[in-house]
């Protein structure tokens, strides 16, 4: 099981960018499946990114060309970059790590605002 710890997240205006956080503990890190999950006011969660252990991606069709997902196993973190940033992206941004239906993580969330 992971400890997960996201970063990064604050108020920025439309059209700017934002670099996501996820310090991750354990030393298995390497063989998680990686996710961003974002969670708007009266939405559902959703799943903005995901990274495979082996650097593989996938996006919300919302987000394709916009944000992008990266690791750097050595440090055991993952990354989310957001950029042209947009009103509808303001969410809690939360950080998942799964391997197999054994082990599914979550970090506490951290606030992205996009507002004027």
């Known amino acids: 099981q992971l400890q997960l710890v996201e970063s990064g997240g604050g108020l920025v205006q439309p059209g700017g960018s934002l670099r996501l956080s996820c310090a991750a503990s354990?030393?298995?890190?390497?063989?998680?499946?990686m996710g961003w999950y974002r969670q708007a006011p009266g939405k559902q969660r959703e799943l903005v990114a995901a990274?495979?252990?082996?650097?593989?991606?996938n996006y919300a069709d919302s987000v394709k060309g916009r944000f992008t997902i990266s690791r750097d196993n050595a440090k055991n973190t993952v990354y989310l970059q957001m950029n042209s940033l947009k009103p509808e992206d303001t969410a809690v941004y939360y950080c998942?790590?799964?391997?197999?239906?054994?082990?599914?993580?979550w970090g506490q969330g951290t606030q992205v605002t996009v507002s004027s």
């Open positions: 354990g030393r298995t890190f390497s063989s998680y499946f």
């Open positions: 998942n790590g799964r391997y197999s239906f054994l082990y599914n993580s």
């Open positions: 990274i495979t252990s082996g650097g593989g991606t």
